[in-house]
């Protein structure tokens, strides 16, 4: 894919890539800025076609015509939590969807608690949406998402905007449904300890696909992961520092928990 088509010194910003995601799994796209992974997420779901080359969901050619099909059955979360609130009250806006696609009042009502329940804002119901923490807001998101139902939820760097804590409050959202559901998830994010949660990490770079393995595979790869503008995650970092000076810190017992 590339985005002036009729410009030809222009780089593809999506070139050659092809990947599967299997039902059920956690896949991470990572990447620094410019890699890519922004308009892989927009062709996972339809907001704009490759000029060659196919995106299929769940087999079947993503197209004008599949396109509201598969749209309904993929949540998106965003990565700025300000930009995706519609309604006046946390309940409002996780039953502003279900309401536009017609789910009648008492499957809305029922639904909108149970996703909120499942992503620990029931307290929050009556909340004015700008009162909530970043975290909070990330995660009634996520409650507006899977209030549809959907078989995949795909997180365009939905937590790079959050302080430590609201990062760690949407991870464990996410894998706490993953848990008691078979959601397929997709995350995107240049956070590599994001993608240390995900089954399998697929590693853009220039708009090509650079790597692809299970995170430890990934992992491994050390230096070559910082020269590819990519910040190691801090224990790993803080390793890797004291071994260029000779000191190895993590002995074999040492968890990474216990480390950091
Ligand atoms: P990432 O999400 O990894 O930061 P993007 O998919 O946003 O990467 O960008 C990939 C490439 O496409 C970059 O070179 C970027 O400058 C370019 N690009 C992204 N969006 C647009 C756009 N709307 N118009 C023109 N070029 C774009």
Redesign the pocket.
């Known amino acids: 894919f590339t985005?002036?088509e009729e410009d030809k010194s222009m780089?593809p910003?999506?070139n050659n890539v092809s990947y599967t995601v299997y039902e059920g799994e956690w896949v991470a796209i990572v990447?620094?800025?410019?890699?890519?992974?922004?308009?892989?997420a927009r062709l996972m779901n339809g907001l704009l076609f490759p000029q060659t080359g196919k995106v299929r969901v769940f087999g079947e050619p993503l197209d004008e015509q599949s396109l509201w099909d598969t749209r309904s059955q993929m949540g998106m979360v965003f990565q700025n939590p300000d930009n995706q609130f519609v309604g006046a009250t946390v309940q409002d806006d996780v039953a502003f969807a279900l309401e536009n696609n017609g789910v009648p009042f008492e499957e809305m009502v029922e639904r909108v608690k149970r996703s909120l329940l499942k992503v620990k804002m029931s307290d929050f119901m009556n909340s004015e949406p700008h009162h909530l923490s970043g975290g909070q807001k990330q995660r009634v998101a996520i409650a507006g998402a899977i209030a549809l139902q959907p078989k995949i939820l795909l997180l365009d760097e939905a937590t790079s905007m959050l302080d430590p804590q609201g990062r760690d409050e949407v991870l464990s959202t996410v894998q706490q449904l993953r848990a008691e559901t078979d959601l397929t998830v997709i995350s995107?994010t240049h956070d590599l300890e994001e993608a240390l949660l995900a089954d399998r990490v697929i590693m853009?770079n220039q708009?090509n696909k650079y790597a692809e393995g299970k995170p430890e595979e990934i992992f491994q790869r050390g230096q070559e992961l910082v020269d590819l503008g990519l910040d190691l995650p801090f224990a790993m970092n803080v390793s890797r520092l004291l071994k260029k000076q000779g000191v190895t810190l993590v002995a074999e017992h040492m968890s990474e928990e216990e480390l950091v």
């Open positions: 985005y002036a780089r910003a999506v990447g620094h800025n410019g890699s890519g992974k922004s308009t892989l995107i853009m708009g």
